[in-house]
């Protein structure tokens, strides 16, 4: 483990739980609000989180990069050992059962943050040149994002499949690839996009977005619009906000928590919590700036700040009617355990990276001199 060192303190970004801990004070108060049981488990969840977070923040990570290879291919046989040994639930194939116990895992999950790290080690082995990757290169990185994609999307988990490829080949735009790539690209998708709709889709999957285009929305979209709409400029009382705690909007506490936070806040309560989010991603593509020959923590980075605008755009267009329901929570704010401790272990991540960069830039020096 990393000793302790004053330096700790002043290399620390304070900036990231100045954001994020508003998130999760507001989450409690409305989990509270709604059930106490739940705001219970949301605090078990919480001190998880954290548990994880100082894990990995005091985790020799850059002495120990060799294991990422490793980490990653156990994750994949995770995966892959889903479609044999998984255990059905709602008609989906996506959990394991831990042996001589009644829990299971979700190996999707899991290998969240092992994407990342390997995406993260195979660019910091092979940085890109001035013109961005070409083709063999690109062709190599797309190998490691595309395999766990097909794993995942055959659970079937197609939402968390879509946004490890989104998040993975955003990542790769941004640390640069030869723009003819992307070109070519866009062109096949655009040419494919029927055949894919029409033959690789699932038919709930086309249910979804026949909802999504269909006229009428969803009951759920309907209740959660209500929501929204009652909310008016500064919200409700706890006791007045009568979608949620009548239970006519569905799941409020998790996937439709932003319909909730606007019915007892307001318009208001919902631009400060965007406002929070739009400032950390913001602040996390800033820091390309900073750490611009670090490639390795400019990868972890990125990909976190991908993830966290996914998850909250995908979210709140849902809520709104602007995208088909999925299953997708917003960071730190949604109920659940999953989804909070791999956001946790992120950020211990991204801080154990950014705090202790001096010590690679000491061991660096040296090995100059």
Same mark, same amino acid.
């Given at each position: 483990?990393?000793?302790?060192?004053?330096?700790?303190?002043?290399?620390?970004?304070?900036?990231?739980?100045?954001?994020?801990?508003?998130?999760?004070?507001?989450?409690?108060?409305?989990?509270?609000?709604?059930?106490?049981?739940?705001?219970?488990?949301?605090?078990?969840?919480?001190?998880?989180?954290?548990?994880?977070?100082?894990?990995?923040?005091?985790?020799?990570?850059?002495?120990?990069?060799?294991?990422?290879?490793?980490?990653?291919?156990?994750?994949?046989?995770?995966?892959?050992?889903?479609?044999?040994?998984?255990?059905?639930?709602?008609?989906?194939?996506?959990?394991?059962?831990?042996?001589?116990?009644?829990?299971?895992?979700?190996?999707?999950?899991?290998?969240?943050?092992?994407?990342?790290?390997?995406?993260?080690?195979?660019?910091?082995?092979?940085?890109?040149?001035?013109?961005? =990757?070409?083709?063999?290169?690109?062709?190599?990185?797309?190998?490691?994002?595309?395999?766990?994609?097909?794993?995942?999307?055959?659970?079937?988990?197609?939402?968390?499949?879509?946004?490890?490829?989104?998040?993975?080949?955003?990542?790769?735009?941004?640390?640069?690839?030869?723009?003819?790539?992307?070109?070519?690209?866009?062109?096949?998708?655009?040419?494919?996009?029927?055949?894919? =709709?029409?033959?690789?889709?699932?038919?709930?999957?086309?249910?979804?977005?026949?909802?999504?285009?269909?006229?009428?929305?969803?009951?759920?979209?309907?209740?959660?619009?209500?929501?929204?709409?009652?909310?008016?400029?500064?919200?409700?009382?706890?006791?007045?906000?009568?979608?949620?705690?009548?239970?006519?909007?569905?799941?409020?506490?998790?996937?439709?928590?932003?319909?909730?936070?606007?019915?007892?806040?307001?318009?208001?309560?919902?631009?400060?919590?965007?406002?929070?989010?739009?400032?950390?991603?913001?602040?996390?593509?800033?820091?390309?700036?900073?750490?611009?020959?670090? =490639?390795?923590?400019?990868?972890?980075?990125?990909?976190?700040?991908?993830?966290?605008?996914?998850?909250?755009?995908?979210?709140?267009?849902?809520?709104?009617?602007?995208?088909?329901?999925?299953?997708?929570?917003?960071?730190?704010?949604?109920?659940?355990?999953?989804?909070?401790?791999?956001?946790?272990?992120?950020?211990?991540?991204?801080?154990?990276?950014?705090?202790?960069?001096?010590?690679?830039?000491?061991?660096?020096?040296?090995?100059?001199?």
């Amino acid at each position: 483990m990393i000793k302790l060192d004053r330096r700790i303190l002043t290399h620390f970004d304070f900036v990231q739980p100045l954001l994020i801990l508003p998130i999760i004070a507001i989450s409690f108060l409305l989990i509270y609000e709604a059930n106490i049981r739940l705001a219970e488990k949301q605090l078990i969840y919480t001190l998880v989180g954290f548990a994880g977070f100082a894990f990995f923040f005091f985790l020799p990570l850059r002495r120990l990069m060799w294991l990422i290879p490793v980490l990653y291919w156990i994750n994949i046989i995770l995966l892959a050992s889903v479609d044999i040994f998984g255990v059905e639930k709602l008609g989906a194939r996506r959990w394991l059962e831990i042996p001589f116990t009644h829990f299971t895992i979700q190996p999707s999950e899991i290998f969240k943050p092992s994407f990342i790290l390997m995406l993260a080690y195979l660019i910091y082995q092979n940085p890109p040149p001035p013109n961005g =990757y070409g083709l063999k290169q690109f062709l190599k990185l797309s190998f490691y994002i595309i395999l766990p994609f097909l794993l995942i999307a055959g659970e079937p988990d197609l939402g968390t499949a879509l946004v490890l490829l989104i998040v993975g080949f955003g990542t790769l735009f941004i640390i640069g690839v030869n723009y003819k790539i992307w070109l070519s690209i866009f062109l096949a998708i655009a040419i494919a996009s029927p055949i894919i =709709y029409s033959d690789f889709l699932k038919p709930y999957q086309k249910q979804r977005i026949h909802d999504f285009l269909a006229e009428e929305p969803s009951y759920h979209v309907k209740q959660s619009i209500i929501a929204i709409g009652s909310g008016g400029l500064s919200g409700k009382k706890a006791d007045e906000a009568t979608q949620t705690h009548f239970k006519f909007l569905p799941i409020s506490t998790s996937d439709f928590i932003f319909a909730y936070l606007t019915e007892r806040f307001g318009f208001l309560g919902a631009v400060a919590i965007i406002l929070l989010y739009t400032l950390l991603i913001f602040h996390l593509l800033s820091l390309n700036y900073k750490l611009k020959d670090d =490639y390795f923590t400019r990868v972890v980075t990125n990909c976190i700040a991908l993830f966290i605008f996914i998850y909250v755009a995908v979210n709140i267009s849902m809520t709104i009617g602007f995208a088909p329901v999925v299953g997708i929570p917003m960071p730190f704010f949604s109920h659940g355990g999953s989804s909070f401790a791999t956001f946790m272990v992120f950020f211990g991540i991204l801080q154990n990276l950014i705090t202790f960069r001096y010590l690679a830039i000491e061991k660096a020096v040296k090995i100059k001199f």
